[in-house]
């Protein structure tokens, strides 16, 4: 079997995989968020937290909630890192420090999982599993309520009441992303990712000296690492180490995992609204780009450009040799247009074009089909854009789902898509402006150029992957890139919050007919023009500066 057809057949196995699961698991995470019942457990977290479940919130309200649970959880996490070389279960490893320890907080709490340290060298046990794998869970389900309150903004009319933000994180968390986790976690093991609280072993000589490898809780890890998009590894390899990805299948099934919940959410958002076919509207825009960007980087990856390429079947440089080119570029761009983050190759040693994509796949917004969560609620601020640029064409106020979108929903709404590219180009220019962050570029020219600009765009859109190549355990870089995480993930969620509450205040337009059909393919259509429009007027010019000159030079 030729490698091109080996890539083509795994990708149509994904699809076949995503579309048998989309109705049922969309309909079960629909009635999670729409059950007035509580199980058991839950009442019991609530207790503990002293939260009243059955008590509406206003956006100002839900946003306190997102905002305070999340900077209690950077301070935890923060303080957990300071305090490792005093805890069971370390390993021997020292204390993180200040700059790293802040970076890493703010990492995992964001949904970005950004790694400038070498996880089997610097974190234990305890830090591993009661810091960042439970912020794996709880930052995912924190995406996800915000994107159901966005959605219950449609869906509901004047009143300003939005849900719970306590009673959807604790749902999101216990129904959806722990049962989810524990399957995808028993097939990992099954297939032979390690489970386990083992010290440091010797394993043999390597080049004169010995090689270490010290276990984990590994399969439990990659599981919500992969299924909550947030992409951080307990080995700095990611999931390219064998530990972690050890066969073909298990690299198919974590793709599988990073793709299924926020493309099932496009379900859960046709049924909140009570109309499925606005959630097949969405889907058929996520489903698109992201089947476009895979066919695009597959092409650019395979091509033969000399007798190296041809004798290995494409360009297999920075690539696992069980994964192949194919199984690499599905996995490059399933990583980058979520933000998951999470890599089986090193997105530096793609070709120029094949590192753009991956580049560009997150400058998107990482909206098709994004996070878990914040891909849903991204890509209905890009639908609500869509409707207001149709609304200029035909000179009529532009609806959605009802819903008059007037002044201050556009508002609202064009603040969202400014924010994260400000973020990402005025970091990308003070780092090269500057002498020191220029230090840590191992190449020079467009190449080096794109390794900064990968790193912010990363940050900021709560990636997490990185171009390799760019020594980003500095101060600077832990900082900034750090900083960017962290304005990266909650100013956009301030504008979300207070779009939904404006929506749901309103009463619902009828439709006319001079209404816009946005459950057709034409509003797709317009909806994905938006998108890459939009983002090639933001980004086309640093693009040009780095994998574009890159690409037209090779």
Request: net charge neutral; glycine share 12%.
């Amino acid at each position: 079997m030729s490698p091109v057809l080996a890539g083509v057949l795994q990708l149509l196995a994904l699809i076949t995989a995503l579309a048998l699961v989309h109705v049922p698991l969309g309909n079960y995470m629909a009635g999670v968020y729409s059950s007035d019942k509580h199980w058991r457990v839950e009442k019991w977290i609530y207790k503990g937290i002293g939260a009243n479940p059955d008590t509406e919130m206003r956006w100002p309200a839900y946003l306190r909630g997102v905002l305070a649970f999340s900077a209690v959880g950077v301070l935890f996490l923060y303080l957990l890192q300071r305090l490792q070389g005093a805890l069971p279960g370390s390993l021997g490893f020292a204390s993180i420090d200040p700059d790293q320890a802040f970076n890493t907080a703010a990492s995992f709490v964001t949904n970005t999982n950004w790694q400038s340290y070498y996880g089997e060298q610097a974190m234990g046990h305890v830090v591993q599993t009661a810091g960042l794998a439970v912020q794996n869970f709880v930052s995912a389900a924190v995406g996800i309520a915000v994107a159901v309150a966005l959605v219950r903004g449609f869906a509901r009319s004047r009143t300003g009441e939005l849900g719970n933000f306590w009673a959807d994180l604790v749902r999101g968390t216990v129904r959806i992303l722990v049962p989810v986790a524990a399957i995808a976690a028993v097939v990992l093991v099954a297939c032979g990712a390690i489970q386990n609280f083992s010290g440091i072993h010797e394993v043999g000589q390597f080049m004169g000296g010995s090689q270490q490898w010290n276990g984990g809780a590994v399969a439990s890890t990659e599981a919500i690492k992969e299924v909550g998009t947030n992409g951080g590894g307990i080995f700095n390899a990611n999931s390219a180490h064998p530990f972690e990805n050890p066969t073909p299948f298990t690299n198919l099934f974590e793709i599988f995992l990073i793709l299924v919940i926020p493309l099932s959410l496009t379900r859960t958002f046709g049924v909140l609204v009570g109309s499925v076919k606005q959630g097949y509207a969405i889907l058929a825009t996520m489903a698109t780009i992201w089947i476009g960007f895979t066919a695009l980087m597959m092409w650019t990856e395979f091509s033969h450009h000399g007798p190296a390429f041809e004798i290995a079947g494409g360009a297999m440089e920075g690539k696992e040799v069980r994964f192949g080119v194919g199984g690499s570029s599905i996995f490059a761009v399933a990583t980058t247009l979520t933000s998951t983050g999470a890599v089986d190759s090193f997105h530096s040693s793609f070709t120029g074009l094949g590192g753009g994509i991956t580049m560009l796949g997150m400058m998107l917004g990482e909206i098709a089909p994004g996070g878990v969560g914040s891909g849903l609620y991204g890509m209905l601020i890009m639908a609500i854009i869509a409707v207001f640029i149709a609304g200029l064409m035909v000179g009529r106020t532009p609806e959605y789902l009802g819903k008059k979108i007037g002044t201050r929903e556009i508002k609202l709404a064009a603040c969202y898509i400014l924010v994260t590219p400000a973020l990402v180009l005025i970091f990308t220019a003070a780092a090269m402006a500057l002498p020191t962050p220029q230090n840590s570029m191992t190449n020079s020219g467009a190449h080096g150029f794109s390794e900064i600009l990968y790193a912010y765009t990363s940050g900021a859109n709560n990636n997490g992957s990185a171009f390799a190549g760019l020594n980003a355990d500095t101060q600077w870089f832990n900082t900034t890139i750090g900083l960017a995480m962290l304005l990266g993930r909650f100013v956009p969620m301030v504008f979300v919050l207070a779009l939904a509450g404006s929506l749901a205040e309103q009463k619902p337009v009828p439709a006319t007919a001079g209404t816009l059909r946005t459950e057709k393919p034409l509003f797709t259509g317009l909806l994905v023009g938006a998108i890459l429009i939009i983002t090639g007027l933001t980004y086309f010019p640093a693009l040009a500066l780095g994998p574009l000159a890159e690409g037209m030079a090779s």
